[in-house]
Every structure is written in C-alpha cells, then in structure tokens.
C-alpha cells in the first residue's frame, strides 16, 4: 500500500460521470469523478452516498432543496433520498459509497455505468 495522491488521479481521466475506483475499505469504495452539466434524477434506497468535492462547486438537487458544495466541503446525501448533482463548470469529487451501490441507483440511463474501473 502506498499513499494515493487525488490530483494526480484524477489526470488520468478526463470522462465525465464516469467514477474511477481508488480504494477500498470495509465494503465501502472511495471513488473520484470529474462531473459537468446535469445528472439524472435518482437514489439509492439501500446506501448513503457521500459527495467530497476536491475542486470547484457542486450542486445537488434534492426534491426539497438545494444544497451547494464549494472546494472542501462535503455532504452526505442519506439513503433512499432522490438527488441530482449539477456541475454548471467542472468539477472534481470524490465518492465514498458501499461497493453495491448502483451508478444510477434504480434508474437506467444513458449515462449509466455497470462497470466502473479501477485507477
């Protein structure tokens, strides 16, 4: 085991709403992702999902509000709970969510990915 350094990950990708795998601990996987323009709608009614952004801002519509991430800043968005992310620029997240959770929890997208890759 080494240290993992975010940046130099996240160079080694430039698709969007792909997550990449760089991690993983207890059943949980830490992800990165680089996110631009709007997701779709979903949840994951089994799993907590939580939202680390590195750089930029992140926007996350919940059905009753708005939450707004700056560099820094994270949230955790509970179970079970519709959201959609929005990244008006890019931005560059990192995930951690148990390694069941499905991309797009129980919505089949276009943007969505079976298989996400390890880096």
Known sequence: MSAINLNEKLTLFQETW?????????????????????????????????????????IIELRDQTITLNEGEMYIVPRGVEHKPIAHEEVHVMLFEPASTAHTGDIEHELTKDELDWI
């Open 18 to 58: 792909t997550p990449k795998i760089i991690g993983e601990l207890n059943g949980q996987q830490v992800k990165l992702a680089k996110l631009k323009g709007e997701f779709v709608w979903h949840q994951h009614e089994n799993e907590d999902e939580l939202f680390y952004v590195v750089k930029g801002q992140l």
